[in-house]
T-cell receptor, first 115, second 118 residues
Framework: EAQVTQNPRYLITVTGKKLTVTCSQN?????MSWYRQDPGLGLRQIYY???????DKGDVPEGYKVSRKEKRNFPLILESPSPNQTSLYFC??????????????FGPGTRLLVL | AQKITQTQPGMFVQEKEAVTLDCTYD???????LFWYKQPSSGEMIFLIY??????QNATEGRYSLNFQKARKSANLVISASQLGDSAMYFC???????????????FGKGTKLTVNP
């Protein structure tokens, strides 16, 4: 089954404790992206990657890191989480065929609470 | 300035009736794509429908159709024959860029919460 998986699905942590949210896709997609969703703000892009070893900042990158060492994986790293990073996080991927209609496939989301 | 505006924070509709969810967008790029996603209370993002800026006809997918008015820069989602399972948040999103090598970034509106009443 074609899918984007994220782990963990739910996470409660404390300020300053480093954490990683994993994202993996099995569709051989070039493009992967991380979004955060906050009430009243919709989804905002954090980081994205066009391919292996190619990453770039989105609209809200502060406090986050990413890496793309393999095509299928795109982990999101919070080196020192703070309460304002409490949010719902989505990983997404697409083929990056250049076609405008190429839709992005979203993972199930990770709910993060930073105390 | 917001690139995607959804002016209806919440909407109510009776089961079996049609409902229109509004979306206006702002771009100077002649090539762009517009998407609608559904987010039920379980949280996942479900792709519903896509409209390209060069498409001549309005997109349709089952009970979903997109009322695309390019001059007005609007891309309203129409859901016909509403069902209880349609109760969810709905997000309009836009991707800008040329056909080849276009940006993959999606810019989202703030969403509309649709409630379908029995």
């Amino acid at each position: 089954e074609a899918q984007v998986t994220q782990n963990p699905r739910y996470l409660i942590t404390v300020t300053g404790k480093k954490l990683t949210v994993t994202c993996s896709q099995n569709m051989n997609h070039e493009y992967m992206s991380w979004y955060r969703q906050d009430p009243g703000l919709g989804l905002r892009q954090i980081y994205y990657s066009m391919n292996v070893e190619v990453t770039d900042k989105g609209d809200v990158p502060e406090g986050y890191k990413v890496s793309r060492k393999e095509k299928r994986n795109f982990p999101l790293i919070l080196e020192s989480p703070s309460p304002n990073q409490t949010s719902l996080y989505f990983c997404a991927s697409s083929l990056y065929s250049g076609a405008q209609g190429e839709t992005q496939y979203f993972g199930p989301g990770t709910r993060l609470l930073v105390l | 300035a917001q690139k995607i505006t959804q002016t209806q924070p919440g909407m109510f509709v009776q089961e079996k009736e049609a409902v229109t969810l509004d979306c206006t967008y702002d771009t100077s790029d002649p090539s762009y794509g517009l998407f609608w996603y559904k987010q039920p209370s379980s949280g996942e993002m479900i792709f519903l429908i896509y409209q390209g800026s060069y498409d001549q006809q309005n997109a349709t997918e089952g009970r979903y159709s997109l009322n695309f008015q390019k001059a007005r820069k609007s891309a309203n989602l129409v859901i016909s024959a509403s069902q209880l399972g349609d109760s969810a948040m709905y997000f309009c999103a836009m991707r800008e860029g040329s056909y080849q090598g276009g940006s993959e970034k999606l810019v989202f509106g703030k969403g509309t919460k649709l409630t379908v009443n029995p």
